[in-house]
C-alpha cells in the first residue's frame, strides 16, 4: 500500500476508505465528515450552513457563507468489534472461531475553505473522505480461510462552486478528485497444522492495489420562507481500478510468496440526500436527513490478471437508506446544543453478509455543542455511541466460498459490536 491506512477500512472485497467492518455507516461508507454534523448525527447535512464544512453534502449551501470561513477538524473512531462461532470440520467435529475488537481505531480529518465571491456567487475547496475501513481478525481465527483481513483507505479533493439564482434558489456543484487503496487477505487456518505443521498462516490469498479518479458532486436548496428551508445533492459513482498485485497458495502453489500483477475494479456508489431545516422559535430549530447509496452496483469482487480473471467473492449487496432527526438548541448568544438519533440500514442480508466485512444495522445517537470563542471564531465538538445489531455470518455463502471451505471447514456465528465517535472542530471567519 502506497497510502497511510491509519483510517478505518471496508471490505473483505475490496478497499477504499475509513471505518470499520461495522463501518459507521453503510458498508465501508463514512459519513464522519464534520464534528458540527456528528452532535446531530448528521441529520439535516444537505439544507445546513453551519460553516465551511456544509460544503462536503451539499455545495448549493456555500451561497449561505458569508465572507471568508475555514473549518478544520478531526473525528475519533473507537470501533468495538466481535465475532464468536464454531467451524464444521465435517461429521459432529466443530472447532470454537472467534475473534474480538478486531476493527481498527482510527483519526479522520478534514478541511475547508469557503469564500463568498459576491452576492450571488461562492466558491469553495474541501478535503476529507467518504470510504474507508480496516479489520484484522489474527491469524488464530479459525475461519481464517474465508478471509483474515481487509483494508481500504480513501481521499478526497473537492473544488466547489454556487450560484444563487433568486432569493430563494440556489444551486451548486463540484470536481472531486479521488485517491484509493485497498487490500485483501486470507490465510491457512490454525487447523490445517492437522495435516502438515507448516501449514497454519501461510498466504492462502492476498492482493493490494491503488488507483485515483475524478468525481462530481450538484445540489441545490429551496428556501421556503425565513424559517424553513429544503435540501437535495447527489454524488456520483466513482469507478477505480485498484492496480497492484496479488500472491498466495490459491495463486502460485509452489511460490506462495511470487507477486502477480493484476487489478480489481471497484465502484464507489452513488449516494442522495433529501434534507430540511425549520426554525420553531428563536432558540429551537429541527432539521432532518433521509440518505440513499447505490449499493446495489457492490455485485460481485474479480481478480483480473494479464491471462485470466478469477472470481474472488460474490458479494450482492442492496441499496441503503439512513434516515435521520436532529435539534439545535441556542442557549444564548454563544453556546449552541445540539442532538440528533439516526437509523442506518445495512447494506447485505443475512446470507451474504462475512467476517471480514460484519455489516448490519446501527442506531445512532448523538449530542454536540457549539461555542462562539469569539467574533471569528467558533468551536464544535460532537460525540455519538453507535449500536450495531447482532447479526447471523454463516460461510460458505455461495459457490464463491466453496474452495475456501475445503481448506478449514464452514463457519456460522455472530458478530456483535458498537462504535464511539468523538470530535472537535475550529471554524474561523476572515
Known amino acids: ?25 453503510a458498508g ?13 448525527a448528521y441529520a439535516g447535512e444537505a439544507a445546513m450552513a453551519d460553516n465551511a464544512s456544509a460544503q462536503w ?15 478544520v477538524g478531526a473525528i475519533y473512531v473507537n470501533p468495538n468489534v466481535d465475532v464468536d462461532g464454531q467451524m464444521h470440520l465435517g461429521g459432529d467435529r466443530t472447532l470454537p472461531a472467534s475473534s474480538h475488537d478486531f476493527a481498527h481505531d482510527a483519526v479522520v480529518p478534514n478541511f475547508y475553505l469557503s469564500h463568498q465571491y459576491n452576492e450571488k456567487v461562492a466558491v469553495g475547496f474541501a478535503l476529507g473522505t467518504n470510504y474507508g475501513m480496516e479489520t484484522d481478525l489474527g491469524k488464530d481465527f ?118 502477480k500483477a493484476g487489478s480489481m475494479d471497484l465502484t464507489l456508489p452513488a449516494t442522495a440526500e433529501l434534507a430540511s431545516f425549520h426554525q420553531l422559535n428563536d432558540q429551537l430549530a429541527v432539521h ?15 481478480a483480473d490478471f494479464p491471462d485470466s480473471s478469477d472470481l474472488i467473492k460474490s458479494e450482492n449487496w442492496e441499496d441503503n437508506y439512513r434516515f435521520a432527526i436532529g435539534a439545535t438548541y441556542q442557549v444564548d448568544s454563544k453556546l449552541a446544543l445540539r442532538s440528533g438519533v439516526a437509523y442506518d440500514m445495512s447494506a447485505v442480508d443475512d446470507k451474504y453478509r462475512t467476517t471480514t466485512i460484519p455489516e448490519t444495522d446501527r442506531l445512532w445517537l448523538s449530542i454536540g455543542a457549539g461555542y462562539e470563542w469569539s467574533k471569528n471564531l467558533t468551536l464544535d465538538a460532537g460525540f455519538t455511541y453507535i449500536f450495531a445489531k447482532d447479526a447471523s455470518i454463516s460461510e460458505p455463502r455461495d459457490a464463491s466460498d466453496n474452495e475456501a471451505a475445503l481448506l478449514g471447514g464452514a463457519f456460522t456465528g455472530e458478530v456483535t459490536g458498537n462504535v464511539w465517535l468523538i470530535g472537535v472542530q475550529a471554524n474561523y471567519k476572515f
Request: no cysteine.
Open 1 to 25: 500500500m502506497k497510502t497511510n491506512k491509519t483510517l478505518l477500512s471496508a471490505a473483505v472485497a475490496f478497499g477504499l476508505l475509513s471505518t470499520s467492518g461495522v463501518a459507521n455507516a
Open 28 to 40: 465501508f461508507q463514512l459519513a464522519e465528515y464534520s464534528a458540527t454534523g456528528l452532535g446531530r
Open 57 to 71: 453534502r451539499n455545495p448549493a449551501m456555500l451561497t449561505y457563507l458569508e465572507g471568508t470561513q475555514v473549518s
Open 142 to 259: 479459525a475461519a481464517t480461510n474465508f478471509g483474515n483481513q481487509a483494508s481500504v483507505f480513501s481521499m478526497e479533493a473537492n473544488l466547489n462552486a454556487a450560484y444563487k439564482l433568486n432569493e430563494a434558489v440556489s444551486i451548486g456543484g463540484g470536481i472531486r478528485y479521488i485517491i484509493a487503496d485497498g487490500s485483501i487477505g486470507a490465510v491457512m487456518p490454525p487447523q490445517m497444522g492437522l495435516v502438515k505443521p507448516t501449514l497454519p498462516g501461510q498466504t492462502l490469498k492476498y492482493m493490494e492495489g491503488d488507483d485515483t479518479a475524478w468525481g462530481w458532486q450538484v445540489g441545490t436548496t429551496w428556501q421556503i420562507n425565513d424559517n424553513n428551508r429544503i435540501g437535495f445533492a447527489y454524488k456520483s459513482a466513482v469507478d477505480l481500478t485498484l492496480e497492484g498485485h496479488a500472491n498466495g497458495l490459491a495463486f502460485n502453489p509452489v511460490n506462495p510468496n511470487a507477486k
Open 288 to 302: 432532518a436527513s433521509i440518505n440513499w447509496t447505490d449499493w446495489s452496483s457492490f455485485k460481485e469482487l474479480v
